[in-house]
């Protein structure tokens, strides 16, 4: 001790000063999304995931409270489709569909997605959580995809700016639904879905006012019940 005294040199004490391992929360974020998807909220715990990620359970313990919170994060933080501005409506859709293509061809993410809205459904911790840190701010991005296009007056103001994204999410989910039970579908099929899909709408919402488009040549039902011709 005397020695290393006079040389200014001292033993550091045990655990003090370590840094904080980079690459623990990108493991642990993928093995969460891991066990999610193959196990389901009934299996989801931090030692299942510290033993998916290969990494100490104190590692998990001590970076997330709760399971919902880090399940949340996985979400948000693995390859979830972000709105984002590419400078036209076409763009913008069509960036975004590829996105969503790339989510469905992975059986871990579509999987993991099909699971969270029932769990938040009878979960009201993991709905919170996710409402604040995915679907509020997920949902005013992909907002402001249709609010960019009529204000570039791509769109015809009458139409909701929510529409042609509700669309382009529901169109995808759909296929995606139908495809994954006649042996999934590639990435690529996806992808050439996906711009199909954005052609279709982007010729239906920019050609026509939703007002002329929905009455022009339509007799609602309780109109034709009183015309004896109808």
Same mark, same amino acid.
């Given at each position: 001790?005397a020695?290393? =005294? %006079?040389?200014?040199?001292?033993?550091p004490?045990?655990g &003090?000063? +370590?840094?904080r391992?980079? $690459?623990? @929360? /990108?493991k642990v974020?993928?093995?969460?999304l891991?066990?999610?998807?193959?196990e389901?909220?009934?299996?989801?715990s931090?030692d299942?995931?510290?033993? @998916?990620?290969?990494?100490?359970?104190?590692?998990?313990y #001590? +970076?997330?409270?709760?399971?919902? %919170?880090? #399940?949340?994060?996985?979400f $948000?933080?693995?390859?979830? *489709?972000v709105? +984002?501005?590419?400078?036209?409506l076409?763009?913008?859709?069509?960036?975004y569909?590829?996105q969503?293509a790339?989510?469905f061809?992975?059986?871990?993410?579509? $999987?993991?997605?099909l699971?969270?809205?029932?769990?938040?459904?009878? $979960? *009201?911790? #993991?709905? @919170?959580?996710? %409402?604040?840190?995915?679907?509020?701010?997920?949902?005013r991005?992909?907002?402001a995809i249709g609010?960019r296009?009529?204000?570039?007056?791509?769109?015809?103001?009458?139409? /909701? =700016?929510?529409?042609?994204?509700?669309?382009?999410?529901?169109?995808?989910m759909?296929?995606?639904?139908y495809? !994954?039970s006649?042996?999934?579908?590639?990435? &690529?099929? #996806?992808?050439?879905?996906? !711009?199909?899909?954005?052609?279709?709408?982007?010729?239906?919402?920019t050609?026509? /006012?939703? %007002?002329?488009?929905?009455?022009?040549?339509?007799? /609602?039902?309780s109109a &034709?019940?009183?015309? *004896?011709?109808?």
């Amino acid at each position: 001790m005397a020695a290393e =005294a %006079e040389s200014g040199t001292s033993r550091p004490s045990p655990g &003090r000063g +370590r840094k904080r391992d980079p $690459n623990i @929360e /990108p493991k642990v974020f993928t093995a969460a999304l891991r066990v999610y998807a193959a196990e389901g909220w009934s299996g989801f715990s931090f030692d299942a995931i510290a033993r @998916e990620a290969g990494v100490g359970k104190p590692a998990v313990y #001590l +970076r997330w409270k709760e399971p919902e %919170e880090l #399940l949340v994060h996985a979400f $948000n933080e693995i390859h979830f *489709p972000v709105a +984002r501005d590419c400078g036209s409506l076409r763009e913008d859709l069509l960036d975004y569909a590829l996105q969503w293509a790339e989510w469905f061809a992975d059986p871990v993410t579509s $999987n993991a997605g099909l699971r969270i809205r029932p769990d938040c459904e009878h $979960n *009201p911790e #993991l709905a @919170e959580v996710y %409402e604040k840190i995915i679907a509020r701010p997920k949902r005013r991005a992909a907002m402001a995809i249709g609010r960019r296009a009529i204000a570039r007056r791509e769109l015809d103001p009458g139409i /909701p =700016a929510m529409a042609v994204v509700d669309l382009l999410i529901g169109g995808m989910m759909l296929h995606w639904s139908y495809a !994954r039970s006649r042996s999934g579908r590639s990435k &690529r099929s #996806l992808s050439m879905y996906a !711009r199909t899909l954005v052609d279709i709408i982007l010729t239906g919402a920019t050609h026509q /006012p939703p %007002e002329v488009a929905i009455l022009e040549g339509f007799t /609602p039902r309780s109109a &034709r019940a009183h015309d *004896p011709g109808a």
